[in-house]
């Protein structure tokens, strides 16, 4: 379906001559995703004739700076004045936040002059706020209108709201008292006081509070828009389900990021200069070198063992990877299990009588199957039955160490108030690694009678 | 702010008297997050009072078992009947897929007849797909009516849709052929039928697509909700942005769990079994201890040299350590970048000149990092300064390499029309072991002329 949709919009652009009412069912994504493909002058051509809102619309989805391009340096003065007016306030920011701050006057010198105080309202608040994300363009009426009213009065400015099935009740200071539908008003009597058929108590979310926060509530209360509030609990904005579906992703993102020990990117990964990507690894890498020292320092402390029985060393990486891999299991699933809120802190003893158990399971599988291995390389002399018994032993013990040390690292960061996620990958491996090795080389001293 | 509500709910349902005027003002989440705090004879006199609405969407939130004893074991039958009734298809679907079959029909008798028909329809769509999530309560009217015949046909059946915002469009046989919304509804002129304000191209899912596809379009296209439509091209049902959400989450908690070589979990870590948790880690550790036989088997076939420079050995968990961090890194950030359709299969050449870059900078920081910790290890003679040389150049080799097969592997495996998401850090870990001591051993026989 959407791949004959795609088409026929190409079809539709690329045909000998643009006529309007052909433009006017476009959806903006669609426009923004051909619109790079067409010649230039067919771009112009385009933007001017669709009408504004559609415009706006696709421009939204380009780069800061192709917008920029469009607005300030290509596009004629009119249609530019009508793109910016038609714009969401949201997304206007998003484009402004993304300009040097001598571009942003020239666009925002475009912009009509009663959006100007919303927009630098709007980007006052921090980056990754709930309020940062929000649209003032919303419905706000009064308790004591009748239902009646506010439809005459949504008739009136309806067409300039952005959230419009939701009717929010102030008092004379702005603050929020209460919420309706745009559905309760139809369906109440017209002479009704909005404060007969509203919801006192409105689930609200605080300007600076974090968007995650803000798109938790609106999943858990199933909610289709959140209003914003300041301290004094006054409406400062709303915050729509449908800006929160782009933090959920960008939140995983961050989160799978963070689970390999790459510092969140700002941007994506296309888009992401070379030298920042090297930026953002070289670090944990760094740090993880030098935490590998402690594995070096096991193997040499123990070098007569492993001058005594070389074959040892055959078994350092499945037994060290073994053990990383158990823990970057452990680790990632109470991590995740953390952020989605399936697990509390305080659940730790749950979670840790869990593992132990799963962790005995997956030490014994892989025990019995790593014995069999070391038998087989050993030989089946005594020598070769000890290699496999002292690599069993410690696939065993490695293993459901390893775990739990997965299992236990996202629980004492958050318990320290840092982020679990910082319980990566890597440095599970890494700190599975040394011990794995000083499991291993105790085990192999003892039962060789070496060391 | 939450937690200042969350104790008010408390305080209220834990007064010695429950009111039915304060809980009408309760919202479903908070009312399912305190209900099981609660005494049993509270929570029933708490479900009955309540309006079924919110009963109904509090126990939404609650497992399947719990929703079973309410409604058939422990609710008076009135309520349960007043509960079922306001209860929304698409979560009553969720209930029954979660029950036994006999327990099925101990729910459905006390469903409204008229709904037992659209919920066994619902029911009949595979798990996953755009219709198995959908409402079936939506408000479809007829190109010909005016704008005020929608109207009064809202204030007819508006209390029970809902998606309340959207109107969608059909013709005699169902076809979906337009849609508006309630706002454009309320801005036309009374008397103008649907057909001339309607947008007549609408995007709509196939009932049987993925529930992703389904989660991508809202989010590309910012709509509130995307109509569900058979092969016939007749609407089925509609899929809200909240109902999304949910989704979203649940994907990229999969992604997590791949990245990690667990098999994802049919449920949340919370309520997962001992034996599911290790059912699903099993597999792919085993699979990694039999991959992991190509890295002993390096070691067996250099143990010549590994005898004659015995403080190799103290840089095998540093080397291939590095190697799979590096590979990791750039795996997970591919896998992620093609997932979100950042990066497209066919651009791989760019990706690859990309990790190139990154990875001879990152080869070369790690490369001059170990070379010192040698240089250090190995004493300040000349045998010092060959281990030194001999890890620094073995670190580059090892990380660039690591580094390209990590990004590498995701594109191939999706080229094939596999999940990319199989290249998990452990995977890619086990392979940058093996390849890393190979580059390490063939230097370091060559270098100290060995072998």
Redesign the interface.
């Known amino acids: 379906?959407?791949v004959d949709?795609r088409e026929r919009i190409e079809r539709l652009l690329q045909a000998e001559e643009l006529r309007r009412e052909d433009l006017e069912?476009?959806?903006?994504?669609d426009v923004a995703v051909v619109l790079p493909d067409l010649e230039p002058e067919r771009q112009i051509r385009l933007l001017i004739l669709l009408p504004p809102d559609v415009a706006a619309?696709a421009l939204e989805h380009l780069d800061a700076d192709d917008q920029y391009a469009f607005l300030v340096e290509r596009l004629p003065v009119n249609t530019t004045h009508a793109v910016l007016a038609a714009m969401s306030t949201a997304a206007l920011v998003d484009l402004l936040k993304a300009l040097h701050p001598r571009q942003q006057q020239a666009v925002l010198r475009l912009v009509p002059p009663a959006d100007v105080e919303d927009v630098r309202a709007l980007m006052a608040y921090p980056e990754g706020s709930a309020a940062s994300r929000m649209t003032t363009e919303y419905l706000a009426v009064r308790a004591q209108w009748s239902a009646d009213q506010v439809?005459r009065h949504?008739?009136h400015v309806?067409?300039d709201?952005e959230i419009?099935?939701y009717v929010y009740v102030v008092d004379r200071a702005g603050k929020l008292i209460g919420v309706t539908?745009?559905?309760d008003v139809?369906?109440a009597e017209p002479e009704m006081p909005v404060a007969d058929f509203m919801?006192?108590?409105v689930?609200?979310?605080?300007a600076t509070?974090d968007q995650e926060?803000a798109?938790r509530?609106?999943?858990?209360?199933?909610?289709?828009a959140l209003p914003v509030v300041d301290a004094e609990e006054r409406l400062v904005g709303v915050l729509?389900?449908?800006d929160?579906?782009?933090v959920?992703?960008e939140e995983?993102?961050e989160?799978?990021?963070k689970?390999?020990?790459?510092v969140p990117?700002d941007t994506?990964?296309?888009r992401a200069s070379?030298w920042s990507?090297?930026y953002r690894?070289?670090g944990?890498?760094?740090i993880?070198?030098l935490l590998?020292?402690f594995?070096?320092a096991v193997?040499?402390a123990y070098?007569s063992t492993?001058?005594a029985v070389?074959?040892l060393?055959?078994?350092?990486?499945?037994l060290?990877?073994?053990g990383?891999?158990?823990g970057?299991?452990s680790?990632?699933?109470?991590?995740?299990?953390l952020a989605?809120q399936?697990?509390r802190p305080s659940?730790w003893a749950?979670?840790f009588a869990?593992e132990v158990?799963?962790g005995a399971?997956?030490g014994l599988?892989?025990g019995a199957?790593?014995a069999l291995?070391g038998v087989f390389?050993g030989g089946w002399g005594e020598a070769g039955w000890t290699l496999g018994l002292v690599v069993g032993i410690t696939m065993v013990a490695i293993?459901v160490v390893a775990n739990l040390i997965g299992m236990t690292l996202p629980f004492l960061l958050s318990r320290f108030k840092l982020d679990p996620a910082v319980a990566s990958?890597?440095l599970i491996?890494?700190i599975a690694?040394?011990t794995g090795?000083l499991i291993y080389f105790s085990i192999a001293a003892w039962l060789f009678g070496i060391g």
Chains 1, 2 share one sequence.
Do not use: C
């Open positions: 379906v959407m949709r069912e476009l959806q903006p994504y619309g439809i949504f008739r309806g067409r709201v419009a099935h539908s745009l559905r139809l369906l919801h006192a108590s689930v609200s979310v605080q509070a926060e798109a509530i609106l999943r858990d209360y199933d909610f289709g729509g389900v449908d929160v579906l782009d959920a992703e995983a993102t989160d799978i990021q689970g390999a020990s790459v990117l994506t990964y296309s070379v990507l090297y690894r070289v944990w890498l760094a993880l070198v590998n020292l594995s070096s193997i040499a070098s492993l001058a070389l074959s060393a055959f078994f350092i990486p499945l060290i990877g073994s990383g891999n158990a970057s299991q680790a990632t699933l109470m991590i995740r299990a989605t399936d697990v659940q749950t979670a869990k158990a799963v399971l997956l599988t892989l199957l790593s291995l390389r293993v990958s890597p491996t890494t690694d040394a090795l």
